[in-house]
């Protein structure tokens, strides 16, 4: 129908909304219907609820009332309420951090058995990176050294920079970050800190100082923002990154399949939906076993098939190959196909609807995690520990429930693209033949203009994957390399962008390099916690052009962002030197001198900021306008 199309640029999508429509399920573009009009106070950012004596909101227009009953005004309570979304973000990435550290503890000291190191080498050059003596140890000795320097970046209390930021983080920019701090101690009298101390500390420090009665100065706010911002890029993320691959393998090259066509109705289908490898890896392992197999075929089935959502979708798809249902609006579309026997989920991203919704249906929607309980879900406790037994409970409730699957409600969209993923930074290393070289002698030619990291979620203000992809096909056409990661991944991938065929689409510059190293102009850089990757790619072109990251040509986009984790991550980008585009606008325009900080200041003072501006074409323009300002100023 035509509102189906207005919702999503996805034919699979459309297909199942109008299916929706037709048997009355309840969508979450529904819900956003019954919520209009949404507040405007809470769009600008200026309602405070923060104490009792509220909750305060201030007059746009600039009549009464002009300040909430304690005396903030409207920049402080944008920029507080600003400094907790990052806060809250970069918690969740960093919790997620810890669990992948703390595992590896266990690893390495044979408590836990069920999981084991697969990478050895990336151990091996983490553990070098971080100045652990590697020779003459065996891999556990170095295993358990490496957990333990993540571990000490979550609970430290000294006041020296995190160790993971301290090695991977260019010299150049933590100069910058250190004379920043003095020079605003300087001007200011005021102590405003950068480079982060402690991941959780910098996390309670924004809960403390946004209490009742403390910080009401938008910039220490900002500033302290940035901080936390930076614990969870440069530490809480990369943690994850990094000891993922430890534990799971690096990703590598490899074709997968992407959208709702990867189920398949003669297949048990199970759904692995969230964002922690721990749980989704051993599924997987469990799920693809031959006693399950043939524990499906006992009832009726071909076997189990086994299919990922978000952003731990993603991380199958980077490691193991596995096909992608769809990124965070298919979370409904994917039960709806009536075809899905399980779906599984941890932490984040996971909308609390799906518990009714799978009632329609013989779906057994099932919690794993005590982060993220659901009412009227089914909760199977994961516990590393025993992660093997737990697996196989939850991979047999999947099968159970084949039986029960009503034949007459199935229907599976066809639509099924093929995209070229794997793009770790060892992966672009080996393909560049070991350094960034090559890349950047195309950079400086002027065959690649420049690097657009695209980033972020499905918001269900925005049409579904427009944005995504008529953005990221605007700046292939400009030249631009496009990386990225999240459901914007998944929405290129979807679209074929990641496919080979995509290179027709590229300018003549960036479709020679790609079709001299066999590659799609767009590359699937992994989850959003591997976000971290594509700061140490910054990172690597940076040390190897001995210049600042905010020197470099790159610029990023969140183009359809919703969540807290999307905040921290523009601010952490912005914190390192690149300029982050956003859409739709966060809320903070209730607030003149809040949004004059995160634009113009921060421009100024660390050389990445935010911009907003609405609409792929006008996006891409100001991107390119920036990579060309960046590549004067380098003398290229
Ligand atoms: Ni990122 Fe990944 Fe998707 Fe947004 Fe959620 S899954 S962690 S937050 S919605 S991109």
Known sequence: SELSRKRSADPAAIEMLNLAERKQYETIWDRLEKQQPQCGYGQLGTCCRLCTMGPCRINPFGEEPTHGVCGATADTIVARNLARMAAVGSSSHSDHGRGAALLLKEVAIGKNKDYRITDVEKLKAVATRLGINTAGRSYLEIASDVADVAINCFGKQDEEPIIFLQKYMPKKRIERLKEIETMLFEKTGKKMGLLPRGIDREAVDILHRTHFGCDADPLSLMMQTVRCALSDGWAGSLIATEIQDILFGTPTIKTVKANLGVLDAEYVNIIIHGHEPILSEKVVEIALSEEMQEAARKVGAKGVNVAGLCCTGNELLMRQGVGIAGNELHSELAIMTGAVEAMVVDVQCIYPSLAKLSNCFHTQFITTNEQAAIPGAIHIQFDEEKANDIARKIVQAGIDAFPNRDKSKVYIPSNISNAIVGFSVEEILKILGGSVAPLVDAIAKGSIKGVAGIVGCNNVKVKQDLYHQELTKELIKRDILVIGTGCWAIGAAKAGLMDISAQGLAGEGLKAVCKALDIPPVLHMGSCVDCSRMLVLAGALAEHLDV?????????SAPEWMTEKAVAIGTYFVG??????????????????????????????????????????????????IILEKRTALGI
């Not at 600042?548 to 990023?556: A, R």
């Not at 935010?610 to 991107?623: Q, S």
């Open 548 to 556: 600042d990251i905010s020197d470099l040509p790159l610029v990023g």
């Open 576 to 625: 390192s030197g690149v300029p982050v585009h956003l859409w739709p606008a966060p809320p903070i325009l209730g607030g003149p001198e809040v949004t004059k900080i995160l634009t113009e200041g921060a421009k100024e003072l660390l050389g990445g900021y935010f911009f907003i501006e609405e609409g792929p074409e006008a996006t891409a323009k100001r991107m390119e306008e």
